[in-house]
């Protein structure tokens, strides 16, 4: 199984990004796929999640409003659009697979290699 993260860049504050997450293989439909951050100096956290026979969706309480996951089953891909973002929402991004919908790092088993988000004006 292998993720690829794409779509990060520079961004000025109040502006959007959309972020791609392809993945290989076949895709169980109770697991699911998530996106976390990490920041210089920080932890990775979560950030939102979908389960991908349901479509059911988990945000932070951070980025709920503002960003919208979503995902395309018949290309295996996972989107995330981040909309009205701030500088706090600079990091690297990372999508990761995981076996339930989990806000953990040790709930994913398979992660991409990152993509970085600079909001900054």
């Known amino acids: 199984v292998q993720l690829q993260a794409s779509g990060g860049g520079l961004v000025q504050p109040g502006g959007s990004l959309r972020l791609t997450c392809a993945t290989s293989g076949v895709t169980p439909d109770h697991y699911a796929t998530g996106w976390f951050r990490q920041a210089p100096g920080k932890e990775r956290g979560f950030v939102s999640g979908i389960r991908w026979g349901s479509g059911r969706t988990y945000y932070a309480d951070s980025v709920k409003g503002r960003f919208a996951i979503s995902r395309d089953n018949a290309k295996n891909t996972v989107y995330l659009q981040m909309n009205s973002l701030k500088p706090e929402d600079t990091a690297v991004y990372y999508c990761?697979?995981?076996?339930?919908?989990?806000?953990?790092?040790?709930?994913?088993?398979?992660w991409g290699q990152g993509t970085l988000v600079t909001v900054s004006s």
């Open positions: 990761a697979r995981g076996r339930n919908l989990g806000t953990g790092v040790d709930d994913y088993d398979y």
